[in-house]
């Protein structure tokens, strides 16, 4: 590729998630670090690329976007056809897409508000109440998650997709959110099989 992808990235967020897929695709990419600024992320430079500076966005050409599953249905559509996902006429492909989703839809809201509870609120805004529905809903999340994962190693019996770095990254959050009470050994073992990766172990030391 004469002209790589770049990446607007700060380490820990869901910029990892399309650095995490350019990696397990072997594309090229060039990576723009932020900086970690709280209440504008990136900084006022880079409200140019997101108007409400969140991350991840990548810029291909002239063309920018932001939403990191967005994201990454776009690089796999234009640089890497059919690969990390079922073809459209496989069984797996509905449940692929709701995975996919699953990891920022679903998931990610609920490990947010476990993180704002225990971490970003002041102690003066916190709510016990809002904690608890959080670490219920998580309990929830992560058992469907459990169930689907079965006794195989990714989400899909089909192998690895990118429905496992959508949800995958989350368990980073869930980590960081301190919820070890809802890791269950099954989400463990999970979590080991994708940290594991190459792919993985590169692009966490971005
Ligand atoms: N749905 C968006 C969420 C983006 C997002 O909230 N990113 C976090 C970092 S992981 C962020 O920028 N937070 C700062 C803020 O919300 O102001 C996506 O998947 O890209």
Not at 136 to 159: F, N, P, R, W
Not at 181 to 192: F, L, M
């Amino acid at each position: 590729m004469t002209n790589p992808i770049t990446v607007y990235h700060l380490p820990r967020s869901r910029s990892m998630r399309v650095l995490w897929l350019l990696e397990e695709l072997g594309l090229d990419y060039k990576v723009d670090s932020l900086e970690y600024i709280p209440g504008k992320f990136g900084g006022a430079e880079y409200t140019k690329i997101h108007p409400l500076n969140k991350i991840p966005a990548i810029k291909d050409g002239d063309m920018v976007m932001f939403e990191s599953v967005a994201i990454m249905q776009y690089i796999m559509d234009k640089y890497a056809p059919g690969k990390l996902r079922p073809a459209l006429d496989d069984p797996e492909y509905g449940p692929y897409l709701q995975w996919l989703h699953y990891g920022e839809s679903t998931l990610a809201p609920i490990v947010a508000t476990l993180m704002y509870q225990r971490h970003f609120f002041p102690v003066d805004r916190r709510s016990k109440d809002v904690e608890a529905w959080a670490e219920v809903e998580l309990a929830k999340v992560l058992s469907m998650l459990e169930t689907q994962l079965g006794d195989h190693d990714y989400i899909l019996k089909s192998g690895f997709s990118a429905a496992d770095i959508s949800v995958g990254y989350c368990l980073l959050l869930v980590r960081l959110a301190k919820a070890h009470a809802q890791i269950t050994d099954r989400i463990e073992d999970y979590w080991d099989t994708l940290t594991d990766r190459d792919a993985w172990l590169k692009m966490s030391k971005i």
